[in-house]
């Protein structure tokens, strides 16, 4: 952070007091979006507010009356009181997607306490004064029945939307959804390791008022996550729409390089091909031309004394494993020029076979690979949703008869 920046934002505790609100309530106004923020200069910094932003605020003509009851939060009980229901009714309402929380906490019994805004349930018994007299339809009893509760759902859709709202780049928009899968679930999706590495960096933190201790803090990160079937579903293919919206900004960089260890840098490969680096230079025998034509491959014959021992090589499972001596073949990068290669020019990949070539047998294609060396070939779009591999498990074939005595 630079000194123009200090001189021009405030820390979230200082804005808290100018705005006369506590540090919950403070928190509220940010994730509502009543308080906008500015990310500083640090990676990973916390976010400030400007001055103009606490001038605007304060010159409302009903500040700071007005602020506090937009962050007004309240519970079961008490919200229950501003509707003129008894709590169970409002509980049973609360369940079936009516009002949605704003936040959650666990008491000394590890039972979810939620909270609601008092605005949005004044709101709630405006617009639908049916429900709060009377039997309720038929519908949400057999919802009811069905032990259906949508508040922790409703939770994460606002919490992801506030994510979502602040972050600045793709990857952290994808690192957000992300956040509320299985990391199962994540990597079935994003098939590449530096791509969840990088993810996992972009992480963001936790939501305030997470318990420290492990068997609460369980309960909480299973909340954090979605849990219902079709609500899976819909994160997956959100994020798969995302991690195609990051690639086209930039490929997410392998670790170790500049940029990688920063959040919000989308990475440091370039876009393009690029050059896989050549393989040390195969053995010539003695007397070969110096032309080298690359439509057919040199064949190097194996020293008589340095035969390898056999070896098992293992086919896949349920396959029988074969003794073999041969070595497999080997790519190799034979020069073509003695002199540097043009701009532009791609490394040429040839196998390099043990023995001479089969009959009839054509040369090798030509390997050029879009993306850094080391990095897996992604699935398609439709296979990340797959929960097996196509080419998983042991092969299928005719069951063996069975003899009866």
Avoid: K
């Amino acid at each position: 952070m630079t000194v123009d920046e200090g001189a021009r934002t405030v820390t979230p505790g200082r804005a808290a007091q100018e705005l006369e609100l506590r540090r919950e309530e403070f928190r509220l106004a940010v994730q509502l979006g009543l308080v906008r923020t500015v990310p500083t200069g640090e990676a990973g910094g916390t976010r400030r507010i400007e001055r103009r932003e606490l001038d605007r605020l304060r010159a409302a003509p009903d500040f700071p009356t007005n602020l506090r009851e937009r962050v007004r939060a309240v519970g079961t009980a008490e919200a229950a009181a501003l509707l003129e229901i008894a709590p169970d009714r409002f509980t049973r309402l609360a369940r079936t997607g009516h009002v949605s929380p704003v936040r959650f906490s666990l008491n000394r019994y590890r039972a979810v306490v939620w909270t609601y805004l008092a605005e949005e349930v004044a709101d709630f018994g405006l617009a639908c004064p049916a429900l709060l007299t009377g039997r309720l339809p038929l519908d949400l009893r057999e919802r009811l029945a069905a032990h259906e509760d949508l508040r922790p759902r409703n939770w994460r859709a606002r919490r992801l939307a506030v994510l979502l709202r602040t972050a600045d780049e793709p990857w952290a928009r994808a690192a957000a959804i992300a956040s509320q899968l299985d990391p199962v679930q994540v990597a079935e999706v994003v098939d590449d390791p530096y791509e969840r590495a990088h993810l996992d960096r972009l992480r963001p933190p936790p939501p305030p008022g997470m318990p420290g201790a492990t068997a609460a803090r369980e309960i909480a990160e299973r909340l954090t996550r979605a849990d219902d079937p079709d609500e899976i579903l819909w994160q997956r293919l959100s994020l798969a729409m995302a991690l195609d919206e990051a690639r086209a900004e930039g490929p997410a960089p392998y670790p170790g390089e500049a940029g990688a260890a920063v959040p919000g840098v989308a990475g440091a490969w370039p876009r393009g091909r690029v050059l896989v680096p050549p393989p040390p230079p195969p053995r010539v025998p003695t007397g070969a031309p110096e032309s080298f034509s690359p439509s057919r491959a040199p064949v190097v014959p194996a020293p008589a004394g340095d035969a390898a021992p056999p070896v098992r090589v293992r086919a896949g499972r349920g396959a029988p494993q074969v003794p073999t001596s041969v070595p497999a073949q080997v790519p190799v990068s034979v020069p073509l020029q003695a002199g540097p290669p043009a701009s532009g020019a791609v490394p040429v990949s040839v196998p390099l076979q043990a023995g001479p070539p089969a009959s009839g047998a054509s040369a090798s294609p030509v390997t050029v690979t879009d993306r850094p060396p080391a990095r897996p070939g992604r699935t398609g779009f439709l296979d990340r949703f797959r929960r097996g591999r196509p080419d998983a498990g042991r092969p299928r074939g005719r069951r063996r008869p069975v003899s009866w005595p």
